[in-house]
């Protein structure tokens, strides 16, 4: 037992339970220090005994190995004023009206584009930015670069940013947990889709169901006609939902067999004036193909499965001109032709279809060119076109921008203006700023709520313009 | 100042009942902002039925009250109010190094009209008198409390509500002891905090019992650790005390800001490149106001500093206006962990009671675990305080050894900045 041990032990009962002599104490430097008390004498000990062991503080030894070091990032880091916005955004020291979210994807994008990277330092804000906002990790992980990988694969709740080494990847698909391999096919799907799926193929018949039905969705990511063969074996699969996934997949590949013969299924209801018969009762071959009982809202039985075919067909089989069909076409051929359209992304559908019944839906699958020609042309500023023109795409081009200001402000369409709000702050063109301060400035008193929503935009677009002017 | 004054002693300068009454009801920090002192002025803003605050000023010496309201009474209730709540000690009035502007001016506009009213040595040697009994007092009463914690023990004491170190603290600060009262608190905190809380917390009693052993022996110091003394206990320096200067050219190396509800403090670590000495600024403000703007870390002042007395590492002033500053290249004098140490342990051997100790670290490896670690080529290991950022940490440094400063306190290393390429980040 050391001196300080001993110590120790009477302090912590008291020396009103064990005496203490400062005189016996084998204490360093005891001898020259005076007490008139057990209580003095333990005070005057730990006095010199506390400067011996501070001074005398020796380090410990750590014999580990250090884990390997980050992989070199060959960009450039980020203007200061580039890196000193992404700060405020993520650490949401700016307050914006439309969420700074939408900001912080414009800056990753910016930078991705140039090909700078964000300072070492801002790294764990991304990331926990990433780990919110699950939509954006693809483009945070690319940001992020290798540093931000390896940074991840210290901490748990990043594993989404990490990057697997090649050579790791089948080893890991075999022993993960089942998020873990998900992860590993999102992720490798993105970079090799031939690779992931042959890993898919590998354990097929081995998987429980739901594990199957939940690797066919992360086929989405590049899907392509060289995932055929596995989509229409999983059309004869045991479970329903693994069959309804490998369906809805086939929807997108208006190339494949299946395809075809829904195109036939369509073709033999098609009477000569382009009009359809309502089909019957499905055959067996045409609910392997996927055609359901199930009904979509308002309409029959047959409604419902002549728009379930006319999804699955390709456009390209329509032989009649676009435009004059949709014209004259029945309400619920139409509904089949926008599913067909949506999922196989043929543009001059979207936009005839667009043209005439505008959806939210459609105008967010076309150009922006293409949606904002159409809003451009909607007369009515009601709520119905505030929600077209949130979900229009971006970016809008300058005299729409301009324009559409000028509309809502004439029109004093303030429900629009907010209901529109983060689509005019995501979207507009910078030169629209000045208008919007205009509209602002003139704006009186009573209009809280709308010179807030302005405000917001104001402040979003002069913020997006000085992140692209960093970026340039 | 001398002692800080009395309730009754406040109350006796009222011109008449109302305003004590008056007063009484306006000493509530709820509608008073940028409340401080310094030795001699107590200032504060009043929010009243006028848009503008009023600027309330009090000059302790005589006492001379200045204030914006439009009362004719002298003093005022704001006047009155301001001194009850400073008399009442409990910290909503910030004991501060300079004025706020609208105080120091007035002050400053005083003493050339009042001049030459030098500061009369007889009374200030006996307001001096004053603080050093009452602080004498202080210290026999705390030594009580430290014989009564060790006959009943640590471990007892560990069982005690976290009144009783309250308590304890509170009474030390009635006795201008603020400084060991901060050490107490943080005491008591840690003793629930930490793994090693009864070696730490014995090393603590050894600590404040020095400090009053130091304090009865006072007279036989010498300049240097009667400085030591004067921080631990927390009697602070007045600004023209401090003469001590000298030139270099002072590397930025670390800044640290701590914030509570009502001081907001900034330490700055300067490096001297031809002393190889390492000195200390220390700025303060009250809570919701701007300190003084920052020094940029890694940059290079050229200039001369005022040291306060004590033992290295030493508290300092940059003195002067015009200092050239340019940009540095990251840690001149890092070392490895042993090395470190060893100049900790020189400057312990200085300063029984220093506590935070300066590092500078180089090729230090962030080591993630439970508790981290950063340690150094020859694997000379520290630990992290809890609350590092980590993360940050590890992020700056991609795997590779860096250089990092920091300050080792109680034997747990907190990072204040990291060296990447050639310059440094602050964490």
Redesign the interface.
Known sequence: MTA?DD??GT???????RPFDLGDSAIEGAARVTAD????G??????????Y????????????T?????APDERPECTPAAAQILELLLTRSIRLEVGTELLTLDWLRAARRAGRRPP??L??ELLRFGTTAAATRALVKDVAGP?GA??AG??PSWSWAVTVPPGEVAGRFATGTRAERLALLADLRSAEPDRARELVEETWTTEPAATRAGFLDTLRTGLSGRDEPLLERALDDRAATVRAAAAALLDHLPASSRAGRMAERAQRLRRDDGSFDLPGEPDESARRDGVTDHREPGLGRGASRLIQILAATPLSTCDSGVAASIETADRDVVLGWTKAALHQRDPAWLAALARHQPTPELIAALTPEAATEILAGQGKLDARFGGLLAAAPGPWPAGFSLDIVGRLRAGKAEAVLRLAARALAEHLHPRALAVVEDWLLALGTGHQATSRTLRGIAHALTIRATILQEFT | MGSRWTVPRVLALAPDAGSAKAARGLAGPRTWSELGSTESLVWGKCQGSARAPYQVTVDLTEPAFRCTCPSRKSPCKHGLALLLMWAAGDGSVADLEDAAPFAADWAAHRTTRTAPAKADPAAQAKRVAERESLMSAGVDDFELWLHDLVRQGLATARRQPAGFWETAAARLVDAQLPGLADRVRAAGADIHARADWAPHLLGELGRWYLAIRAWRHRSELDAAAMGDLRTVLGWPRRRDEIGDRVSDRWWVVGLSLEEDERLLSQRTWLYGERTGETVVLLDFAAAGQALKVAHVLGSVVDGEVARYPGGSPRRALLTGDEHKVTPGSGLPHATDVRTALGQAARWLAGNPWLRRIPLALAGMTVVPGDPPLLADPGGAALTLAPGTDLWQLLALSGGQPVPVFGEWIDERLHPLSVQVDDRLVAL
């Open positions: 300080w110590l120790l302090a912590l009962v008291g020396t009103g339970r008390s057990p209580e003095a333990v005070l005057a000990a730990a006095a010199l005994a506390a400067g062991r501070r001074a005398g503080w020796t380090p410990r030894i750590w014999r580990g250090p884990a390997p070091p980050a070492h330092r790294l764990p540093r390896w940074l210290h901490n």
